[in-house]
């Protein structure tokens, strides 16, 4: 996380005085991707970077805030109109569905920084939209639940950013604990905290620094496809609401009224949420093995059935099975970002090792790697 003393000493330069202090994490998730939105489990956890926001209410009915990573500033009002700044829009977007449910909020003044590294897949879009949306219900003495809180900034997050992603960020954000994983079931939002400290292993990002321009639409096209196929399904099991609540036997009955794209996204969706209640019932039995090898295969699932992997992370989770790392997946929406790797530590040498080589022959770069703890989720500091 950003150092408290940057953030207070930039406050006081642009608005005199003190702000308060809040702090929201980016995520990282062990396993469950794309089923969130088909309302199924994750197994997400929120880590020791994040977003840092200094910021104090003005009295006024503007919103001023200072985003000192990108050197910008904008001053805003309630109105909904889009700015040009993209990482505005997320803030705007968090003002405005605090607005849409009937809470006013008071004009502020806001300087922020980060330390998750924006476009590898550890959401710092979800960061920033929770670490506003925390400070902006303690500030207003709202009384919104953190639940809610995960609501609004993924509503943000679709109206403002357009992207219709599910709510497993903000509610890791908003959510995370000090070594424990989140089980979400994502159709009732209950979650259960489940230990996550392994001595002897740690958790690794390898980012491939791919940015996929297609990386949103293609993720709005999973979600049509997987909709599609919901609907079919529902046409002859009507208990069918979601992906969540059908099974292979279902998909496969259903096989010559559904496309071979939309049958091998079902497919994928449906072995992805029993994989990871497998994977939380072998962490609760301690067998780190068979919880790294869930990974894998759900690493396998991302690449060939849901086909939102790229070659370089393909070629990451490859040189990871090569040098014996316990379990490694790409992480997040796809086309690039990251790799997340659970890596014992008498592998952790040569897998880094080979990762750079093998990566930097490949596609002239070496990978940047990120070492990430599972720590609390998104709080006030002063
Ligand atoms: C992005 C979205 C999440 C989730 C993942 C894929 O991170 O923001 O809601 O859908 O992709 O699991």
Redesign the pocket.
């Known amino acids: 996380m950003v150092a408290s003393e940057v953030l207070r000493q930039a406050f006081a330069e642009r608005f005199g005085g003190e702000g308060h202090l809040y702090a929201a994490p980016g995520r990282v ?1 062990l396993i469950g ?5 088909n309302m199924g489990f ?1 197994l997400p956890g929120a880590i020791d970077k994040g977003i840092s926001v200094a910021i104090r209410l003005n009295g006024k009915k503007t919103y001023r805030v200072a985003a000192l990573d990108f050197g910008e500033e904008v001053i805003f009002a309630a109105d909904g109109q889009k700015l040009p700044q993209a990482w505005a829009n997320y803030i705007l977007g968090v003002v405005m569905e605090f607005h849409s449910r009937c809470f006013a909020v008071p004009g502020f003044d806001a300087v922020f920084a980060g330390d998750v590294p924006v476009g590898g ?1 550890m ?1 710092s879009s ?1 960061a920033l939209e929770s670490a506003f949306a925390f400070a902006i219900n303690d500030l207003g003495n709202f009384g919104i639940a953190c639940r809610e809180l995960a609501e609004i900034g993924q509503a943000a997050e679709h109206k403002y950013a357009g ?1 219709r ?5 903000q509610f890791a954000s908003l959510h995370g604990a000090k070594d424990q994983l989140i089980k979400l079931d994502c159709r009732s939002l209950e979650y259960e905290l489940v230990p996550f400290h392994l001595p002897g292993y740690r958790v690794v990002l390898l980012d491939t620094k791919v940015k996929h321009s297609l990386a949103s639409s293609e ?1 709005n096209t999973r979600r049509a496809e997987c909709e599609a196929g919901v609907k079919v399904l529902q046409k002859l099991n009507a208990q069918v609401h979601s992906l969540r609540d059908a099974d292979l036997a279902m998909l496969e009955a259903a096989r010559s009224q559904i496309d071979a794209a939309t049958f091998t996204r079902c497919q994928y969706v449906i072995e992805e949420n029993a994989r990871v209640l497998n994977a939380v019932s072998h962490l609760k039995a301690g067998n780190t093995a068979a919880f790294g090898q869930e990974m894998y295969a759900s690493h396998e699932g991302l690449s060939k059935l849901y086909n939102v992997s790229c070659a370089e992370l393909d070629l990451l989770v490859d040189v990871a099975k090569e040098c014996g790392v316990t379990g490694a997946r790409m992480m ?2 796809g086309f690039g970002g990251c790799t997340i790797n659970l890596v014992a530590e008498e592998s952790f040498a040569r897998f880094m090792q080979q990762a750079r080589s093998d990566y930097t022959n490949k596609f002239g770069r070496e990978p940047a790697v990120y070492e990430v703890i599972i720590s609390e989720g998104a709080r006030r500091l002063t």
């Open positions: 998730n991707e794309h089923t969130d939105y994750v897949g959401s979800a992207v992603c599910g709510i497993m960020d993720y997040g929406g």
